[in-house]
């Protein structure tokens, strides 16, 4: 179901994160087993600064766009690593799969898929070849 926002200032990612954690802290409470599948809407538009990154970014990509883009995947990054240290916290990481991964390549403005040719929204290997990571 959709997350109804708690305020206006609500960082999607944030809340996401905080979603998951909930639902994994109930079920290890419950000593039962989980399934969590956590899409992060970031760092979809509407790009957005997300404080405290953003302000850290200063002066360094060259646009502001790209400044906003870069705090919300640092924003997206500290979150992924809440969701990992609550694992930890609770010792179920060796007993947990994590898989990450990306549903396309990068925007066409802020990012680079290296030797591939394409970028996201194409069907070309820059756009459909993503990083995938699994942990167990």
Same mark, same amino acid.
Not at 19 to 28: G, Y
Not at 30 to 34: G, K, L, S, V
Not at 120 to 136: C, F, N, S
């Given at each position: 179901q959709p997350l109804p926002a708690r305020s206006v200032d609500e960082i999607l990612t944030d809340r996401q994160a905080e !979603? =998951?954690?909930?639902?994994?802290? !109930?079920?290890?409470e419950?000593?039962?087993?989980?399934f969590?599948?956590? $899409? /992060?809407?970031a760092p979809h538009s509407p790009w957005e600064a997300i404080e405290p990154f953003y302000?850290?970014?200063?002066g360094k990509f060259g646009t502001e766009r790209l400044q906003k883009y870069a705090s919300m995947i640092s924003n997206m990054d500290m979150n992924i690593g809440r969701v990992l240290d609550l694992l930890d916290k609770l010792q179920i990481t060796k007993n947990t799969i994590?898989?990450?991964?990306?549903?396309?390549? @990068? %925007?066409?403005?802020?990012? /680079? =898929?290296? @030797?591939?040719k394409g970028r996201?929204?194409?069907?070309? %290997?820059?756009?459909?070849?993503?990083? =995938?990571? =699994?942990? $167990?």
């Open positions: !979603e =998951a954690m909930r639902v994994i802290k !109930e079920q290890h419950r000593n039962t087993p989980f969590v599948n956590l $899409w /992060f809407d302000s850290e970014y200063s994590v898989f990450f991964t990306s549903d396309n390549g @990068p %925007e066409s403005d802020a990012g /680079f =898929a290296g @030797p591939f996201k929204r194409l069907l070309t %290997e820059g756009g459909i070849r993503v990083p =995938a990571i =699994a942990m $167990w």
